[in-house]
């Protein structure tokens, strides 16, 4: 599949994080042509199983978060507005002005979040505070406390849409494009014979403390993994540990990441011709790999992150060609990785 169709097909279901129970379904599609075995754990991490054949093979997981921010309803104004706070963490400044949907248990519901215009603000150059927003969505209050419950998701409007050249927007991308680029490195090595089991693994909960995470590896310890996030792209006003679009996969060292198993991925890079950009992370990289590391007696972990702009906003530009490019890298290493080749520093 084109990177594109994959997200696509990632970015329309809603996955905000603790209720992921859509987008986990689309990720069980797209894992099944590639995958023997497709798991699901009780917090509703995905697992799909590509098995080598070898008894007692290694197993490398490759992994990213299938959740994504989003708004959930903590009241209900006497004019019938719809208060709301954050789950996971938003730009407040972004948030005023957008279209919502709010889902309901009898269907969902459009909305706008609406804000004081900035005509009556006293101190305007002050930034917005959530509790200071509402959602109208056109009713007064009894007909709203019919349809709403405190505790309903509320999503943003915005999906993915195809911008200039290899660019795109999207909802999600963070982490919809990792998972895209597990879906995709399932399909370049479909037709190899690998020496390795791949567990692809779409976790939930990140945006909250890396949750899913941490119960995924915790349960299969796996003898390696890769995972797959986002990381800040360069924009306007924005160049410090920002990397630009388009130019490659960023791969991380430091402390959190395994040296001989990240060193292994920028060899096969340099081999491949595959464009890559590297961070220096010299603490918690804030991603699942803090968590997959310490999982067990220890798992050697690599983190690859897609460049992104605009993160955290309501809409977040990436570059398919960097989705592509990780998953070309994950697939080669995968393909020289050898039974013989457990891991240690």
């Known amino acids: 599949m084109k990177i594109e169709d994959i997200l696509q097909r990632l970015d329309a279901p809603v996955g905000v994080s603790g209720n992921e129970e859509a987008v986990r379904a689309v990720v069980k599609e797209l894992f099944a042509p590639y995958c023997t075995e497709i798991e699901e754990d009780v ?7 590509y098995r080598c054949g070898i008894e007692n093979a290694p197993v490398v997981m490759v992994e990213a978060h299938q959740d994504e921010l989003g708004l959930m309803v903590s009241g209900i104004t006497d004019e019938g507005s719809l208060l709301f706070c954050e789950v996971g963490g938003f730009d407040p400044k972004t948030l005023p002005g957008t279209e919502v949907t709010v889902h309901c248990e009898g269907g969902d519901y459009f909305g706008v979040i609406g804000a004081k215009p900035p005509h009556l603000v006293k101190d305007s150059g002050k930034a917005l505070a959530v509790e200071n927003m509402a959602v109208d969505i056109g009713f007064k209050k009894e007909q709203t406390e019919k349809i709403v419950r405190v505790g309903d998701i509320i999503t943003l409007n915005t999906g993915y849409t195809k911008l200039a050249g290899s660019a795109f927007a999207g909802r999600c991308v963070d982490d919809r494009g990792g998972l895209a680029a597990v879906v995709r490195t399932l399909e370049l090595v479909r037709n190899y014979k690998l020496s390795c089991d791949v567990v692809a693994v779409a976790t939930v909960q990140e945006e909250l403390g890396l949750r899913g995470a941490r119960t995924a590896a915790a349960r299969l310890v796996p003898d390696a993994a890769i995972a797959i996030d986002v990381c800040h792209g360069t924009s306007p ?6 990397f630009p679009l388009g130019k490659g996969p960023v791969v991380s060292v430091g402390p959190n990441l395994h040296p001989k198993l990240t060193r292994q991925l920028l060899d096969r890079a340099k081999e491949e011709g595959i464009d890559v950009q590297i961070d220096v992370d010299s603490g918690d990289t804030g991603t699942d790999a803090w968590e997959i590391q310490v999982a067990g007696a220890g798992v050697p972990t690599a983190l690859l992150s897609v460049p992104l702009r605009y993160m955290h906003a309501n809409y977040e ?3 398919e060609k960097d989705i592509e490019n990780t998953a070309r890298l994950i697939a080669a290493w995968l393909l020289t990785f050898k039974g013989g080749d457990r ?3």
């Open 343 to 345: 891991l240690c520093y």
């Open 317 to 319: 530009v990436g570059d």
């Open 43 to 49: 917090l509703g991490n995905v697992m799909g199983w």
């Open 237 to 242: 006003g924005v160049s410090d540990n920002a």
